[in-house]
Nanobody, 129 residues
Framework: QLQLVESGGGLVQPGGSLRLSCAAS????????IGWFRQAPGKEREGISC???????????NYSDSVKGRFIISRDNAKNPVYLQMNSLKPEDTGVYSC???????????????????WGQGTQVTVSS
């Protein structure tokens, strides 16, 4: 069974950057649509970015309005983790960040957490001075 592991979280000052990784043990991720979600204390889980499975045309991406222009999701190839580069971080970006996966050949990715079958345990990101 696919197991996802996130890494790269931590404490960062406002305006700083972090890069999160979502890795799978024993699996390649080319067939999977990957989503990144976050949950702040007292708030519902929010979809912030996603990337489609790999095709000959590459992968398509999507971002929530709250992170568009600051975060970049990427995947180099099937064997590497999926990354979430987070720049210009704000205190409101604080939360537990989780990646999720669904096995699907798809040219598009999915914003809703209901579309994903597998979840990592999450990594804490705290943006504070």
């Amino acid at each position: 069974q696919l197991q996802l592991v996130e890494s790269g979280g931590g404490l960062v000052q406002p305006g700083g950057s972090l890069r999160l990784s979502c890795a799978a043990s024993g699996f390649t991720l080319d067939y999977y649509v990957i989503g990144w979600f976050r949950q702040a204390p007292g708030k519902e889980r929010e979809g912030i970015s996603c990337i489609s499975s790999i095709s000959s045309r590459g992968s398509s991406t999507n971002y929530s309005d709250s992170v568009k222009g600051r975060f970049i999701i990427s995947r180099d190839n099937a064997k590497n983790p999926v990354y979430l580069q987070m720049n210009s971080l704000k205190p409101e970006d604080t939360g537990v960040y989780s990646c999720a996966a669904v096995p699907r050949w798809s040219d598009v990715c999915f914003d809703s957490d209901l579309r994903y079958n597998y979840w990592g345990q999450g990594t804490q990101v705290t943006v504070s001075s």
